[in-house]
Structures are given as structure tokens and as C-alpha cells.
């Protein structure tokens, strides 16, 4: 028999996973009488958790806004974890989160173990974060509805402005966020196009939810599809090069969000690559510091063999 708390613990983990339930899935999904599921859900509004309802033969309950913040109860680890990520939130893109995350840190940090604080103190000493350009920022309200959206299954309308400039509506069904480093992904799927599309957070103006579900047929694996399409975006120049390696150690050296892979048999992996010239194109090939063949173009091979003979003359013993 399951704890009154456990008990707690997977209704609540049930609700937020959905738009809605009936008391009799959520009984039936807990194992538990509805009776006992009405019970569990007045504790948890007396706890602050605002939980709604929704009257008729199909209605049910759904999490909506509390009254207040429900307590919440860390070991060391996890108040150590908690407070690491609120400092990198500041640095994040999120437009706003650095106050609010700065202010969250201060008030945990008051309340931490001294040997926990010490240790945070050590990291804060060692952290060095770098600019994060002003056109990446995204709001933290648009972050979160987006991740709702996508917990939830539930359609949405974007007002999306491309590269280009151009604004236009886009009523998507939201399946996953990835964040690359350096910027946010929306991959969703676009109703209109009947297809899987990418979307850079920092550009989608407006999300709103529709309220209805969503459909994922067949979705993408996530990471490789964003990081696909960042490396197929137009570069005034690419190489194509293989390398004597299998495709899983060809996406270590060439990470998915610098090139494109195929494998080519099971020991080799044919990669494209996109660059800003020859020449920079050469450079990277050699940073790579692994023997490949150049396939095309012509220039990068002529560029990547100037720069190769130029290192052997620079290392000739005198």
C-alpha cells in the first residue's frame, strides 16, 4: 500500500502532465477509489496547490494557480543543485532572469548549511560567463508557456518573425525545447505545412494557447534535427570531407550543430561542413587533427594543403 505522501506526490505528477483529468482516470491510474481521489485532492488544496474543477459528466480537475507557494523540502545535493542553476539562470538569455534569479539565490543562500554556502562560494569564484548577444534574449513568461505547451500537448498560435523580418501566425503543436548553449529551439509540429519545424525562441514575438490537443505524429529525435538544421543554413561556402572514423566518433570530432553526417560503410562518415571562406574552412580541418580526405571543393583542398605546408616549413629543424 502506498503512503498517504507518495500517494500526494503522484497526483500532483499526474495533474501537471496533462490539461485535465476525471476522477475516475486519476483513480483508475493511482489504483485508488474516487472517493479516496477527492479526498487527496482537498489535501492538496489545503497545502496551496490550487487545483480546479470542472463540473459535468466530463469534467474533472486540472492544476490551475495556488494560493501561495507550497513549501519545499531539498537535502544538501539538491540545495547545492538548486542554487548553481540559479546562477547560471542569470547568464542564461532569459530576458529578466537575472534579477529574479539573483534575488531567489539570496534568499536560499540565507538559509544554507555554511558548508554548502562555502562550496557555492568556491564555484562562484571559478564561474566565468561571457556576453550573451542582446538579439538571443528571450522573455521567461513566452520560456515557460512554451515548456507548458509541450508538458501538456497542447496546440498553439505563434506570431513568428523570420530571418528575414517577415511576421507571420503559425499554429503549431509544441513537442520539446532545446537549448544549444547559445540559443533556444522550439521544435514543434506546423499544422499548416503538415511538417516538423524548428523555431528560434528569441523570434517567436507572441505564443498562445489554443486549448485544444495536439497531434506528434512520428516525432524527430530532437537534438539531431535542430542541430542538423543549424549546420544546413547557408554559408557562403562548404567542404565536404570524410573521415576514417564511425558516425558516432565523427559527431564527437564535428559536433551535429557544425555539420551534417552520413555514414559512409561502418568505419568511415562522410560530414559537410559550412564556413565563412576557404581558408577558415582549412583551418578548422586542421584543428580537427585527424587524418581525413577532402572531397570538394577544389579550394578548400588547395587552401588546406597551403596551410599544411606552411607548418611543415614553420617546424623544420633549423
Not at 11 to 32: D, K, V, Y
Not at 106 to 133: C, M, N, S
Amino acid at each position: 500500500m502506498v503512503n498517504t505522501s507518495a500517494r500526494l506526490l503522484q497526483l500532483l505528477a499526474l495533474l501537471s502532465a496533462r490539461q485535465s483529468w476525471t476522477c475516475a482516470e486519476l483513480a483508475a491510474q493511482l489504483r485508488i477509489t474516487e472517493r479516496t481521489v477527492r479526498r487527496d485532492i482537498a489535501r492538496l488544496r489545503e497545502l496551496g496547490y490550487g487545483i480546479e474543477s470542472e463540473m459535468g459528466p466530463w469534467g474533472g480537475y486540472r492544476l490551475g494557480p495556488g494560493t501561495g507557494i507550497p513549501p519545499l523540502i531539498l537535502d544538501e545535493g539538491e540545495a547545492l543543485a538548486v542554487a548553481v542553476g540559479l546562477r547560471a539562470a542569470a547568464f542564461s538569455g532569459v530576458s529578466g532572469s537575472d534579477q529574479a534569479a539573483l534575488s531567489a539565490l539570496l534568499k536560499l543562500r540565507q538559509v544554507l548549511p555554511a558548508r554548502i554556502a562555502d562550496r557555492l562560494g568556491e564555484l562562484d569564484a571559478a564561474f566565468t560567463h561571457t556576453a550573451f548577444p542582446d538579439d538571443g534574449r528571450i522573455s521567461p513568461a513566452l520560456l515557460l508557456g512554451l515548456a507548458t505547451a509541450c508538458r501538456r500537448g497542447e496546440r498553439a498560435r505563434l506570431t513568428y518573425r523570420d530571418g528575414g523580418g517577415t511576421t507571420s501566425t503559425r499554429r503549431v503543436d509544441p513537442y520539446r525545447l532545446i537549448y544549444t548553449g547559445r540559443r533556444w529551439y522550439l521544435l514543434a509540429y506546423d499544422v499548416t505545412r503538415q511538417d516538423w519545424r524548428t523555431f528560434r525562441t528569441d523570434r517567436i514575438v507572441d505564443a498562445d494557447a489554443t486549448g485544444q490537443a495536439g497531434a506528434l505524429p512520428d516525432p524527430p529525435d530532437p537534438a539531431r534535427m535542430v542541430g542538423t538544421g543549424i549546420a544546413s543554413r547557408p554559408y557562403p561556402m562548404r567542404v565536404s570531407i570524410r573521415l576514417a572514423v564511425p558516425a558516432d566518433e565523427a559527431r564527437r570530432l564535428v559536433p551535429p550543430t557544425v555539420g551534417v553526417h552520413r555514414p559512409d560503410g561502418a568505419d568511415a562518415t562522410i560530414v559537410d561542413i559550412g564556413g565563412p571562406d576557404a581558408d577558415g574552412l582549412a583551418r578548422y580541418l586542421l584543428s580537427l587533427g585527424r587524418p581525413l580526405r577532402i572531397l570538394h571543393p577544389e579550394e578548400v583542398r588547395q587552401a588546406f594543403l597551403a596551410r599544411a605546408r606552411q607548418l611543415l616549413e614553420d617546424n623544420q629543424a633549423p
